[in-house]
């Protein structure tokens, strides 16, 4: 099992343009995540999804967009760049129950210039 | 309002017993998480506390205090590959019982 996957690893951005993360996991979680993550501090909820074609706004959602078509997969769009966007932004998922641990992607390095 | 309070960085030697805690302020408390990362890497899952006590996986142990919004992770018997940053999350009724991370401790274990 790969467990949670993200592409790309890396981009680099200039202000304005778009771009699409992809976040797969293969342990049939119903919960997946997107998290932002800047320097020193801890990791910030953008969107989440409690299941296939659901979606909700975290903690910082402005200028994100998400969708959830399939349910292993999580996408996170950037509608037009800004160098406030420049972070490491983490995918996770969590299985449903009891269970409370969630699975981490590797993180995909964006900087917007 | 969420808010999560850990020391910014802790430092001690290989063998010896350090404590990092977390306090936080919410009114929808459900449980406390924590996760270990690397630099570079991913959050990795610690533990989960939802009911006051001590709870003991090998070297690490996690505390909860409900009562006094309180808890720490234990790190026994340290050694060079636990230096990493630690953050607590609570789990929270109010953000629709997602997870709010706490800024992190950075740990330094020296020889």
């Known amino acids: 099992n790969a467990g949670v996957t993200q592409t790309p690893k890396f981009r680099v951005l200039k202000t304005g343009q778009s771009m699409t993360l992809l976040c797969a996991q293969d342990m049939n979680h119903e919960y997946m995540y997107w998290y932002r993550q800047d320097p020193g501090m801890g990791l910030r909820l953008i969107h989440y999804s409690v299941g296939e074609g659901t979606t909700a706004k975290g903690e910082v959602p402005d200028g994100y967009n998400v969708s959830r078509l399939k349910k292993q997969n999580f996408l996170l769009g950037l509608e037009s760049a800004a160098p406030s966007q420049t972070s490491v932004y983490f995918c996770?998922?969590?299985?449903?129950?009891?269970?409370?641990?969630?699975?981490f992607g590797p993180g995909t390095r964006l900087t917007v210039l | 309002g969420q808010s999560l309070e850990q020391p910014s960085e802790v430092t001690a030697v290989e063998g010896a017993i350090v404590q990092i805690n977390c306090t936080y302020q919410t009114s929808g408390f459900y449980g406390l998480s924590w996760y270990q990362q690397h630099d570079g890497g991913a959050p990795t899952f610690l533990s989960y506390?939802?009911?006051?006590g001590l709870e003991e996986t090998g070297r690490f142990s996690s505390f909860l205090s409900r009562s006094d919004s309180y808890g720490y992770l234990l790190l026994q018997e340290l050694q060079m590959k636990d230096s990493a940053s630690y953050f607590c999350?609570?789990?929270?009724?109010?953000?629709?019982?997602?997870?709010?991370f706490g800024p992190g401790t950075r740990l330094s274990v020296l020889p």
């Open positions: 999350a609570v789990r929270d009724r109010n953000y629709g019982q997602n997870f709010v």
């Open positions: 506390n939802a009911l006051d």
């Open positions: 996770a998922s969590k299985g449903l129950g009891p269970y409370n641990e969630q699975f």
